[in-house]
């Protein structure tokens, strides 16, 4: 049997009821947990590993501990981060999650909140907690979050600022420069764009294309924004290759020129469960991105390129 392809699912949500969820335009999701996910990509494949063994990032200070900049939902969730140096036991650790039979095996991810999900931090917090320090979080803050407040994700393995364009539940567009510079100058962090690129006129573009760090979904949405895409892959902007059910392009053609463009820029993701896509994720549509790739290709589009933007360093450990 062929060595299966390792992955880091760049995008996915967990919607765990047991947290705060917000109507969005009429629209609350079905729930969708840690065991949802993992019994979804890990029912394609037996790993046999268990994952959530904490690292230095899941210890102290307590994300879920209230403090003054902190938004109104983010209270303590049920259980805080396991402490440095410690293994969940396996009651709270998952099973690292295998896509596939032998073709995909997923190793890490990030998870993304939702507009649902507004500014809550609590559900975010307990499923890194789970699935271990090779997942990120990718939250939604308001703009006066405190540094205090910020670090403390960051102590729980969040990774990147949200700005959800496209649906709302995020801070203003209008916060990005001054926000996405000082989350990356205090943590580290990266920006990411829900937005559809045909609505990116030639001043935001600028802006986008200036922040250190950003990332854009689901392949900019629609194909008459491609060329605009494109333009900021060749500043550096990074790009998931994620919700082939909910995009108005050839996932296909746009990987290849994203690719051919950056080689380091594209990034794969199941965007499961699919919130309000017209379909569902499906295996094949990784079949699809594979198949789009010369083999030299693969491994950075499925594993490094992510896992390089989420993890840095603690890539090269996994």
Known sequence: ????????????????????????????????????????????????HRGGVSDD??????????????????????????PAGTEPTPADAEPTPGLSDSAFTVVGGAIVSGSFQAFDQCYLVEALRRLGPT??????????TS???????????????????????????GDLD??????????????????????????????????????????????DGIDT?????????KVKATGFGRVDLDPAEVIRRIVDTDPSALMVGTDLPSTRARRPFADTDLDLVREVLTPAEVDAVFWSNAADFYLGRRARTS
């Open 178 to 223: 001054r926000f996405a510079r000082r989350v990356h100058d205090l943590a580290g962090w990266h920006t990411e764009l829900y937005i559809d690129a045909r609505t990116i006129d030639d001043d935001l573009a600028a802006r986008i294309a200036a922040l250190p760090a950003v990332g854009i979904d689901h392949l900019g949405m629609h194909r």
């Open 57 to 82: 990032r899941r210890g102290s200070p307590d994300p879920g501990t209230r403090d003054p900049g902190a938004p109104a939902s983010a209270e303590p969730g049920p259980s805080d981060p396991a």
């Open 1 to 48: 049997m062929a060595e299966s392809q390792r992955v880091f699912d760049a995008h996915f949500h967990i919607i765990d009821p047991a947290h705060p969820l917000v109507e969005n335009n009429g629209y609350l999701p079905d729930p969708f947990t840690v065991a949802d996910y993992v019994a979804r990509v890990g029912g394609l494949s037996d790993s046999g």
């Open 135 to 144: 997942f990120a979080g990718v939250t939604q803050l308001p703009a006066d």
């Open 229 to 237: 895409l494109l333009r900021l892959v060749e500043r550096g902007v």
């Open 147 to 173: 540094d205090e407040h910020i670090l403390a994700l960051d102590a729980a393995g969040v990774r990147a600022l949200r700005f959800n364009v496209a649906r709302g539940g995020s801070a203003d567009v």
